[in-house]
């Protein structure tokens, strides 16, 4: 095994680690919807989610990393350029994001100043940390890129994945820089936080999940690599054709020109198109190989990104792009909804895909199906579609009787919360939520034991390399 790659295995650690935080601050953010006076001046709902959403960007982005660390050595046949920084940068990363979890738990909060904003909280939604921290990410991003580009720059060859992987790299490092300009305009302020946080989850991160797919489609069936880049070709297209100007779907009420309502609207409708073709071509692999792969786990781990991304971002995304829907859906659990969905669907997913594929490689291959992935698998998806479906019942809740019938008023929002639709999809959604959890024990025990007691029984079977 490459350095790389056991530095990928470390981030692999690290990310189901903090997923394992994510669910647990997911959780208790739910709790708060049942009863509002939960820790009530002890440890408020926005220190919970803030805790919640912080980890998911990180978790998912450690798992991104680490596939790229996992596939990187395999396409250029040769150890990662500087593997020794990124291996260093790696406990740094760690440790900071343990410090900023325990400053968000023991502090919370700061004065308005600039120390609040370098040591406690820098403020924009996803991307909370504190600067001193956010400084570190960039290094450690910014390390990430020069590996991979290095490595391609002295291996003297570039394929059609890492091509565009290393072309979608440098956008989605720079736009993490849109969290630091300190803006007081609160309508400029939101105008540039979305080309970080839309342009991430639209275009930047659907590029390279697009590429890790790539990757994997041929590792787990053994496409042609001429399909898989033909295909990746049209899908990079399409994403950024239409998610760059998709991104007016955010400008709908910020105080931007009117003329945003149909940039946004039409390009933003567009979006699932994209989405549509990883569908049809993850099916359309697996039916030329007649479903057949060795690694079960890992390949409906697959179609779930590819239908979960389709459904979650694309559909559920679509339902309330359109200006006319979104007056009404804007910012209620509607869009809870389809943030997990899509999150979901398009990255949890993926990685945890690729996790899978990794563990056939290091563990034994023989006996590489055990009942506990059913199990893991089955929850988690089971919890993450109940929420979901609680939260859109939640959501349609607000936009009917609090923005339509209500007008918007305090009192209408106060009336939607108190609705029993909104109040029985609170419960419904933290019983699948403790659905969900169950089925994360299930994938970390799965994740700890596959292949190993095959391994025990026989130890002469190594994995293949
Ligand atoms: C046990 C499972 C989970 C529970 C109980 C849970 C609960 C919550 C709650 C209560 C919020 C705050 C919503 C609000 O502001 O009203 C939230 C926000 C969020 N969660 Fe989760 N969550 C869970 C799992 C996940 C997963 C698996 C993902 C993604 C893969 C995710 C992504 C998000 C995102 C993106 C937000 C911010 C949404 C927004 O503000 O529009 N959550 N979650
Ligand atoms: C993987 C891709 C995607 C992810 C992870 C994602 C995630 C999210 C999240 C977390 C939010 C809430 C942001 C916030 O206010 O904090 C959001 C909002 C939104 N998303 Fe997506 N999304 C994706 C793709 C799409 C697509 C393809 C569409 C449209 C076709 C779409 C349409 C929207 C709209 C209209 C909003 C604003 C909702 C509002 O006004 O409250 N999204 N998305
Ligand atoms: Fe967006």
Redesign the pocket.
């Given at each position: 095994m490459y350095r790389s790659q056991k530095l990928a295995l470390r981030y692999f650690i690290a990310a189901i680690t903090l997923f394992g935080v994510m669910i647990a601050a997911g959780l208790l953010s739910a709790l708060y919807y049942i009863d509002p006076a939960l820790l009530y001046n002890v440890f408020d709902f926005q220190m919970a989610k803030i805790l919640h959403?912080d980890t998911l960007i990180i978790w998912l982005l450690m798992g991104f990393i680490g596939a790229v660390y996992w596939f990187l050595p395999k396409e250029l046949g040769r150890e990662v350029v500087g593997i020794w920084v990124a291996e260093l940068l790696f406990y740094v990363f760690c440790s900071a994001v343990a410090v900023v979890a325990v400053v968000f738990v023991v502090v919370q909060y700061g004065g308005s100043n600039e120390f609040s904003m370098w040591f406690i909280n820098q403020g924009r939604?996803?991307v909370e940390a504190p600067r001193w921290a956010a400084v570190g990410v960039v290094a450690v991003v910014l390390t990430f890129v020069f590996n991979v580009t290095a490595t391609a720059w002295q291996a003297r060859r570039i394929t059609g994945v890492l091509g565009v992987l290393i072309l979608d790299l440098v956008p989605l490092a720079v736009l993490y820089l849109d969290a630091f300009p300190k803006i007081t305009n609160m309508s400029h302020d939101l105008y540039w936080w979305w080309w970080l946080?839309?342009m991430w989850?639209?275009a930047t991160?659907?590029v390279l999940?697009g590429c890790l797919m790539a990757w994997s489609l041929m590792e787990l069936m053994g496409t042609s690599r001429r399909i898989v880049e033909t295909w990746l070709y049209i899908e990079v297209m399409l994403v950024l054709g239409?998610?760059i100007l998709?991104l007016g779907?955010?400008y709908?009420?910020i105080g931007t020109p009117q003329y945003w309502l149909s940039i946004?609207g039409f390009f933003?409708?567009?979006?699932?198109l994209p989405?549509l073709g990883m569908v049809v071509h993850a099916v359309y692999d697996a039916g030329t190989h007649h479903m057949k792969t060795t690694n079960r786990p890992a390949f409906y781990w697959v179609l779930a990104e590819a239908f979960g991304?389709f459904i979650?971002?694309?559909?559920?995304?679509?339902?309330?792009?359109l200006p006319q829907i979104?007056l009404y859906?804007?910012?209620?659990q509607?869009?809870?909804s389809?943030?997990?969905f899509?999150?979901w669907?398009?990255?949890a997913c993926g990685v945890i895909a690729i996790m899978y594929l990794v563990l056939q490689r290091t563990r034994s291959a023989e006996h590489f199906d055990s009942r506990a992935w059913k199990w893991g698998f089955g929850l988690l998806n089971l919890g993450l579609v109940g929420m979901v479906g609680g939260l859109l019942i939640a959501g349609i809740t607000q936009a009917i009787y609090e923005r339509a019938e209500g007008g918007s008023t305090l009192q209408a929002f106060v009336a939607a919360s108190e609705h029993p639709w909104f109040r029985s999809a609170m419960y419904a959604r933290f019983i699948f939520g403790i659905v969900f959890a169950l089925g994360y024990f299930a994938l970390v025990y799965d994740l700890l034991a596959i292949g190993r007691r095959a391994a025990v029984a026989a130890p002469t079977q190594a994995a293949p390399a």
């Open positions: 959403i939604k996803y946080v839309h989850v639209e991160w659907e999940i239409t998610g998709g779907h955010h709908f009420w946004g933003s409708a567009l979006e699932p989405l991304n979650g971002a694309g559909v559920f995304g679509f339902m309330m792009t979104n859906s804007h910012g209620t509607w869009t809870v389809h943030g997990h899509a999150f669907g398009a990255y």
